[in-house]
């Protein structure tokens, strides 16, 4: 075997078998909010705040249940809303709340603490990380043990402001970064290397993966582009 074919297997075998957050496999850190949360603003400046770091992948999830407060949420989705009522139960808590931040599917704070979250994602690190890469069309998971699903996230990593008319933010800009758009499942990963078709991004918008174990489980790889 060339030595350098051996560093890069062992490079990677490094890789599945632990290793803190990095640019190659960020924390990831959801923000679950709403357009009409009060409480929600400082929120969405702590993920503002980490977003831009290498070592941190940071998606915005705008949740649903605020809406009835007069506001109807322009980025809000069920598929959001689900997301986070799955975490729930792993988490110990007693049902969804705003806003709400969730680091590598493990553990979770209130958002508007940025020292909290700063901490969880100190503490960020996976065992087991199976190799995640990214091609033009398809999505690549290496070896590694475990049962996962593999989650498309597009996001939009402009900072965007969304003037409130109504509910409880009414007369103000609500100012969000990273605002997830969509959220495909594309399929299981068993453990063995596995290749899944992916769709382009629409323009304007920037692509993640997330290999994460099954119903609201924690994440165990990540990769953006």
Known sequence: MKLST???CAMMFAFSRAQGATAQNPAVVELFTSQGCSSCPPANESLRAVADRPDVLALSFDVTYWDYLGWK???DDEAYTRRQRNYEPTLGESGPF????VVDGAHDTVGNVRGDIEKLIAQSHRTNAPFVSLATNSVSVG???GTADVWLVRYDPRVTQIPVSLGENAGATFLQKN???SLTLLGQWHGAAAQFPMPPAPPGLKTAVLVQKPQGGAILAAARD
């Open 6 to 8: 051996f560093l890069a």
């Open 73 to 75: 949420d322009t980025f």
């Open 98 to 101: 705003t806003p709400q931040v």
């Open 143 to 145: 070896v590694a043990n």
């Open 179 to 181: 605002v997830v758009r």
